[in-house]
């Protein structure tokens, strides 16, 4: 799976898989397939790196990038299927503290639909 494509549109969710590379040669690319698949009813973004085997600190720029789009335009980002190395990144960088990470899709739509997921834009100091 080279490109990112849309898993699920459903209301105001979209699940993007992102591909098996996410690196300093395709973040842009990436970045753009994501930001078409954000539809104006969109309030929550879940992620999936299921597919991604290859991602460097372009693909963590990527996502905090993601991140921050999301803030400003009030809409929930949820990483899931993060492969150990993914995970391990996030956790070593603290982005963990600010990206919010589950296990599968279905359980970021679960935490979704239970309102145990940040709905609010978290407040950045300046």
């Known amino acids: 799976m080279y490109a990112c494509s849309v898993r699920v549109r459903h209301?105001?969710?979209?699940?993007?898989d992102l591909p098996l590379i996410v690196d300093f040669y395709?973040?842009?690319?990436?970045?753009?397939?994501?930001?078409?698949?954000?539809t104006?009813?969109?309030?929550?973004?879940?992620?999936?790196l299921d597919?991604?085997?290859?991602?460097?600190?372009?693909?963590?720029?990527?996502?905090?990038g993601l991140w921050r789009h999301t803030q400003d335009h009030n809409i929930t980002l949820s990483l899931t299927d993060l492969p150990a190395f993914i995970d391990k990144m996030l956790r070593i960088t603290a982005a963990d503290t600010v990206l919010a990470t589950h296990p599968t899709a279905q359980d970021a739509i679960y935490a979704l639909n239970s309102g145990t997921a940040q709905y609010q834009p978290m407040v950045r100091e300046a």
């Open 40 to 48: 104006d009813d969109c309030r929550h973004l879940v992620l999936s």
């Open 51 to 64: 597919h991604t085997r290859d991602f460097d600190s372009s693909g963590l720029s990527l996502l905090l």
């Open 11 to 16: 209301q105001d969710v979209v699940v993007v």
């Open 26 to 38: 395709t973040e842009r690319e990436v970045h753009g397939a994501v930001m078409a698949a954000l």
